[in-house]
C-alpha cells in the first residue's frame, strides 16, 4: 500500500483491524452476557467468568505478543524490500508458541483450583471456576496459533483476512453460546457455564482452521516449519521476553484488581467483571488505530521514512482522542441499558452503574496509550516498553490501590488506580518518541 499518511490508508488497516481485535473480548463478553442471564446462580457464574476471564487474559497476553514481534519484524523487513529473508520466520514463531501454550495447559490443569483461590474465589464461584477453566484453557493452543498468523498478515501490511476469521469466530461463538448454553428443548439439554466454555473452544478451533487456510492460500508464506532457525530468531526471542516481562506487569495489575473487587463480595465481583470486560473491548477497539500504528510504524522505520513516521504518530494522536470521546460518549448515551445487557440483579447493577463513568472518562487517555504500544512494538522497541509498564504497575497503581483501599472505596479504588496507571503508561511513551524521531525526521 501507499506509504501516504493520509486518514483513508490508515483506515484501510485500522478499521479490518479493529474489527479482527475485538473477537477476543467479544468470546469473553458473549460468555458474560449470555451466562449473566441463565436461572441458576447467575451471579455466581458471572462472577466465575469474570475469574478466569481476567486469567485467561493474562496467558493470551502473555503468550500472544507473538503478534507483535511477529508483526514488526516483517513489517521492517517488507519496508526494507527484504522479506524473502525471513519467510521461515513466522511457521517457525507458531511452532515453538504452540509448543509453550501445551506446556502451559499439562503445568495449570491439575493445580486449577489452587489458582483461583489466589483470586479469593470461595464455594460455588471457585467450583464454577475450575468447571470453566478446564475447558475454556482447551482452546489455548488454538487462539495463540491464529494470534502468530494474524501477525504475519499485519506484516504484510493486510487486515483483511483477520478481519474475515475474526467475524467466522465471534458469529460461530454467539451461536454456539444460546444454543450449549441454554439449549434446544428437545434435541440439546441447557449446559449453563459448561455450555459457554464449550462455545469458545469450538470457535476457537474454527478460527485456527479459517487462519491456516488464509495464510497458505493467500501469501507465500509456509506454515510447516523449516530447521535451522532464521537468523532473525533471536532478535524475535528477546523482543518476546521483554513482552513476557511486560505482560506479565500487566497482569500483576490485573491480578490485584480481580483479587480485590472478589474480596469485596459476588455482587462485586461481577459488577467488575461487567465493567473490565467493557473496558477489554473499548481496549481492543482502539486496537485496529494501534495496529495502524504498528503496521505502518515497522515498514516507515524499515524505510527509514522519519518524516512520514512522525506525520503518521500525530495523527494517531488526533484520531485516537477523537474515538476516546466518541466511546465516552456512547457509553454514556446507553449507561443504563449497557448494565441491563449483562445481569437483571439489583444489587450488580447498582455496583457497576457506581464505577462504569470512570471506565468512560478513561476512554481518550487509553486510547493513546494504547496507540503508542503499537508504534513502539512496530519500531521493535520492546525494552522501553517493558521498562514503562514495570514503572506504572509497581510504583504507580499498586501504591494507588493499596492507598484507595484503605480508604475503603472499593471498586471505585480499583478503577481510579487503573486510571492513574494508564496515564502513567501513555506519557513516557510519546515524550521519549518524539524526543527520538523529531530530530531525525528533520534531518529526513
Known amino acids: 500500500m501507499s506509504t501516504t499518511i493520509s ?22 463478553l458473549t460468555d ?13 457464574a458471572l462472577a466465575a467468568v469474570g475469574i478466569v476471564t481476567t486469567f485467561m487474559s493474562m496467558l493470551i497476553w502473555v503468550l500472544g505478543q507473538t503478534r507483535s514481534a511477529v508483526s514488526s519484524i516483517v513489517s521492517q523487513y517488507v ?24 506446556l502451559i495447559i499439562i503445568s495449570t490443569y491439575p493445580i486449577t483450583k489452587h489458582i483461583f483461590k489466589l483470586y479469593n474465589a470461595t464455594d460455588l464461584i471457585l467450583d464454577y471456576s475450575v468447571i470453566y477453566y478446564k475447558i475454556r484453557v482447551l482452546g489455548f493452543p488454538f487462539t495463540l496459533f491464529t494470534i502468530a498468523v494474524f501477525g504475519a498478515f499485519r506484516g504484510l ?40 466454555a464449550y462455545a469458545s473452544v469450538l470457535a476457537q478451533i474454527l478460527m485456527a482452521g479459517c487462519s491456516a487456510f488464509f495464510l497458505l492460500k493467500k501469501t507465500t508464506i509456509p506454515l ?9 530468531i533471536k ?55 494501534a495496529s495502524a500504528g504498528n503496521i505502518l510504524s515497522g515498514k516507515l522505520f524499515g524505510a527509514k521514512d522519519y518524516s512520514n513516521l512522525l506525520q503518521l504518530s500525530n495523527k494517531l494522536i488526533k484520531y485516537g482522542v477523537i474515538i476516546g470521546i466518541i466511546l465516552g460518549l456512547l457509553g454514556a448515551i446507553f449507561y443504563y441499558p449497557i448494565g441491563r445487557i449483562f445481569t437483571k440483579e439489583h444489587e450488580v447493577l447498582n455496583a457497576f452503574y457506581a464505577i462504569f463513568w470512570i471506565v468512560l472518562i478513561m476512554q481518550p487517555l487509553c486510547t493513546l496509550a494504547f496507540i503508542f504500544d503499537g508504534i513502539f512494538k512496530g519500531l521493535g522497541k520492546m525494552k522501553y516498553l517493558r521498562n514503562v509498564l514495570l514503572f506504572s504497575t509497581f510504583f504507580v497503581f499498586i501504591p494507588i490501590l493499596f492507598w484507595l483501599d484503605h480508604l475503603d472505596l472499593k471498586l471505585k479504588g480499583i478503577f481510579i488506580a487503573i486510571t492513574f496507571w494508564i496515564i502513567a503508561r501513555g506519557i513516557p511513551l510519546i515524550i521519549k518518541f518524539r524526543q527520538q524521531f523529531l530530530p531525525l525526521a528533520q534531518n529526513n
Open 7 to 28: 486518514l483513508k490508508n490508515i483506515n484501510k488497516l485500522a478499521i479490518p483491524a479493529l474489527i479482527s481485535g475485538v473477537s477476543e473480548p467479544i468470546l469473553s
Open 32 to 44: 458474560a452476557a449470555i451466562v449473566g442471564n441463565i436461572s441458576i446462580n447467575a451471579t455466581e
Open 79 to 102: 519496508g526494507a524490500n527484504k522479506l524473502e529473508k525471513i519467510k521461515n520466520l513466522p511457521s517457525q514463531a507458531i511452532f515453538i508458541i504452540t509448543s509453550l501454550s501445551i
Open 157 to 196: 501490511q493486510n487486515t483483511y483476512y483477520p478481519m474475515i476469521i475474526a467475524i467466522i469466530g465471534a458469529a460461530s461463538n454467539i451461536v454456539l453460546d444460546i444454543i450449549l448454553v441454554y439449549g434446544i428443548e428437545g434435541y440439546i439439554d441447557p449446559m449453563h457455564i459448561e455450555g459457554a
Open 224 to 232: 510447516k516449519p523449516s530447521f535451522p532457525f532464521n537468523p532473525e
Open 235 to 289: 532478535r524475535f526471542l528477546l523482543m518476546i521476553l521483554n513482552l513476557f516481562i511486560r505482560t506479565i506487569a500487566l497482569n500483576v495489575t490485573l491480578y490485584f484488581a480481580s483479587a480485590y473487587a472478589t474480596s469485596y463480595g459476588p455482587e462485586y465481583i461481577a459488577a467488575y467483571t461487567i465493567a473490565i470486560n467493557l473496558w477489554f473491548l473499548g481496549a481492543f477497539i482502539v486496537d485496529g488505530y
